[in-house]
């Protein structure tokens, strides 16, 4: 049952993180497309990503990811309120949330899925912190996961370079000690949503006469470069300033920045608007391509797990994509 405490403050306390075994490079790619490594890491900073077998599940991975969480935080499944799933590659249409939550025997949890593209993390970050903070609930899986080398055009080179598979996750938790979630803003723009999609492309049947259905399937991603880039660099940069000042802060006092690994182009333009030192990015896109709703949660991860990320450090942190979409939030790791 809910409790009744209010004032709750928001901590973060595990993480983790999966991606699938393969792992195709940029080389490999050459051999399928017309493109080069050359190509590909001059324009985007990738060199490898890790795609999907038909033995590897979203869900799977998500589980994993969360499972990890879990064990850093020290809590157990059976303690978890809610499950967030940030995802846009769903192998259920109706949702993943539920399938992850009978995996970890989250028993108690109320699980759901939450689309917002590349943004899916961080707006479920935020809309986990509503719960948190009202009190209702007190522990809060936000799970970031994405396969979208599924709804990949391979004989595009212009998108198909760009994408990875995987799952990241952190363990949120209600706190009556402060609140470490300092600021956020999200934002939609849905008048460029032509930019980059993944469109249902429809099919007409006529049922009866007169009685004419729309059946199909889903076309492959879309995504207009030039435009993308272009809204990054400049929705971005003025997202994270915003909250640097909400949480009455300057951008000396951010320790590292964690932007959604879509494009080492855009991480450094951003870096370079807000004057934070190229030795504050986490960066791991070369690893795993743009995975996504996984990206900023695996990035998280990798960071906290090799000691670069310390308690009490504060991370300015960004998502932003398809719909168009984006937001930024400023928080500090650890109880």
Known sequence: MPSN????????????????????????????VDTSDEWISSRTGIRQRHLCHDRESLAGLATQ????????????????????LATSSAEDLFGSA???????????????????????FLFGVVTAAQFL??????NVLVIGADLLSRWVDWSDRNTCVLFGDGAGAVLMQGSGDGDRLLGFEIKSDGTQNACLNLAFKPELRELLPGAILTQGKYHY??????????FAINRVPDAIDKVIHQAQLTSTDIDWL????????????????????????ISNVAKYGNTSAASIPIALNEAVRSGKIKPGDTIATSGFGAGLSWGAAILKWGK
């Open 65 to 84: 990811a969360a499972q990890q969480a879990l064990a850093m935080a020290g809590v157990a499944a059976v303690d978890v309120d809610l499950i967030v």
């Open 221 to 230: 991603i879309t995504m207009n470069g030039k435009e993308v880039y272009r």
């Open 98 to 120: 539920c399938q992850i939550q009978a995996r970890l025997g989250a028993t108690k949890a109320v699980a759901f899925d939450l689309t917002a593209a590349c943004s899916g």
């Open 5 to 32: 405490h209010t004032s709750m403050g928001v901590t973060f306390i595990g993480c983790g993180a999966a991606v699938p075994e393969t792992i195709v490079s940029n080389d490999d790619l050459a051999e399928v």
């Open 133 to 138: 903070r009202s009190g209702v609930y007190r």
């Open 258 to 281: 964690i932007l959604h690994q879509a494009n080492q182009r855009i991480m450094d333009a951003v870096a370079e608007r807000l004057h934070i030192s190229a030795k504050k990015v």
